[in-house]
């Protein structure tokens, strides 16, 4: 599950990596949060790192379960999925799995999702994964607050606005660049649907690579932001009266030796007529079985809720899910089947997952639906968002959770989510999320403060 290479091919990476100038290794994991962490060592230390030479006190970190008197865990950078920083080529920066006494650390998000890959390849299946990242440009008033960085980006309905596309072309144009350049195969970029939001889309890969690359994007996104004095921001929510990032699922298994996409077929073989196979809607009824529980890491923050709503302070529907259902592009829906069917789509996710944990979860819950033979039902291809609650009830459509703290206690009751977890892993997910919510609930805010204060 966690793959050392040889000396020779070690020295063969080295060598390669100092042709291209890299002097520095970056080993980063990301914490419970989806945060990377890690060291930085010369590439003349790439031998003793690649066998796992750098230690960490895991009670400095988010989420690794451990206490001050613990042991420290080590990191093992994969040496397959090495990225050149493309703003700093000296660096190169490796995604790493975290050991303990030179075994697996299940705590590790990225390890966890290599262990489901594990039982989805007894079964015969690798997973193809794609992320959609949706990101906010802004810039700093002087008061303090976030606005979009183009002053003239004030369209009510700005998405695909090709005007504010040209007045962010310096970041938009580097992000794409860099995409192409990284090899991931951009092949669409826009102007999204809130001012000073765009989208980046490109190719789909195995599992691991897409969380792989996503965690890289945010950084990326983020540095270049930083050096034209803005913020590259993926927070879900930043503004109650825009739309807020999403960072949907796209999903398939593929064949392990013919590499066939086992959601694609013939209509005559569709039995919901979305273009799916019998196993792809099996995968997505496993997904809605647990979508309560895996809402809470797809939306993982106090602020996802405020993007999962049907309207708030827009002025017009957010497309945004609050339905445990599925259908064809009726974007009301948390599981889509898009055009051309072939793969399903998790609209719930944004831009504050930590794709690994996410992937694991949602990846054991569609393999439990193929394992059980589930049926997911009648695709919902009517705007959900219409329904009385009467009508809704009578199709059997259940709420996602409204809250973060609805949907940890939907993550706690879900016995499904400590046999793919752990006692630990799911204790520690739950600890600090409920932190989170308290710290949250505590606090006291300026609505608050404004609607109160005079008034009693």
């Known amino acids: 599950m966690i793959d050392v290479k040889s000396d020779s091919e070690i020295n063969r990476i080295q060598e390669e990596l100092q042709k291209k100038g ?7 994991y990301v914490d419970i949060h989806g945060i990377p962490k890690g060291k930085v060592v010369p590439i003349s230390h790439l031998h ?11 009670y400095a970190l988010d989420g690794l379960g451990q206490a001050p008197n613990d042991d420290e865990i080590a990191s093992v950078p994969d040496l397959d999925h090495i990225i050149q920083l493309p703003w700093q080529p000296e660096v190169a920066w490796m995604p790493a799995d975290n050991t303990l006494y030179g075994e697996p650390y299940m705590l590790n998000t990225r390890v966890l999702l290599k262990s489901v890959l594990e039982q989805a390849k007894d079964m015969g299946f690798g997973m193809n994964l794609g992320i959609e990242a949706e990101v906010f ?4 008033n002087e008061d303090g607050s976030l606005v979009p960085q183009d002053p003239n980006d004030k369209l009510k309905k700005p998405c695909y606005d090709t005007q504010s596309f040209l007045s962010n072309f310096s970041w938009l144009d580097r992000m794409a660049t860099s995409i192409n350049d990284l090899g991931w195969g951009l092949y669409s970029f826009d102007h999204e649907d809130a001012n000073g939001q765009f989208e980046f889309d490109f190719n789909y890969a195995d599992a691991v690579t897409s969380c792989d690359r996503f965690t890289f994007l945010k950084m990326m996104a983020k540095e270049y932001a930083k050096q034209e004095g803005l913020l590259a921001t993926f927070m879900p929510k930043p503004f109650s009266n825009k739309t807020g990032n999403g960072a949907h699922f796209n999903m398939s298994l593929y064949d392990l030796d013919t590499k066939e996409n086992l959601f694609q077929c013939k209509p ?9 196979t019998e196993l792809g809607y099996q995968f ?12 809470a890491v797809f939306a993982p923050t106090v602020n996802s809720y405020k993007r ?3 309207q708030g302070d827009m ?3 957010t497309w945004a899910p609050v339905f445990n259902s599925y259908g064809s592009n009726n974007r009301t829906n948390s599981v889509r089947v898009p055009m051309g069917g072939g793969r399903c789509e998790s609209r719930n996710a944004d831009g504050a997952t930590n794709p690994y944990l996410a992937c694991a979860l949602v990846l054991a819950a569609g393999l439990e639906g193929i394992r059980e033979k589930l049926d997911p039902g009648k695709p919902q291809e009517t705007n959900l968002y219409e329904l009385t609650e009467e009508e809704r009830e009578a199709r059997g459509i259940g709420f996602l959770p409204r809250t973060l703290d609805e949907a940890i206690t939907a993550f706690e009751s879900d016995p499904f989510v400590e046999e793919v977890l752990g006692k630990e892993l799911r204790a520690e997910f739950i600890r600090y999320k409920r932190e989170e919510w308290n710290e949250y609930h505590r606090s006291v805010s300026e609505w608050e403060i404004e609607r109160y204060s005079h008034l009693f």
């Open 22 to 28: 890299v002097k520095y290794c970056m080993g980063t």
């Open 48 to 58: 003793h790192m690649a066998h796992g030479s750098e230690l960490y006190t895991g």
């Open 137 to 140: 440009l802004l810039k700093k």
């Open 315 to 317: 002025p017009y529907f």
């Open 268 to 276: 005559s073989d569709d039995p919901h007529g979305l273009g799916l």
């Open 284 to 295: 997505i009824a496993g997904v809605l079985k647990h979508g309560p529980a895996l809402c």
């Open 308 to 310: 999962l709503v049907r």
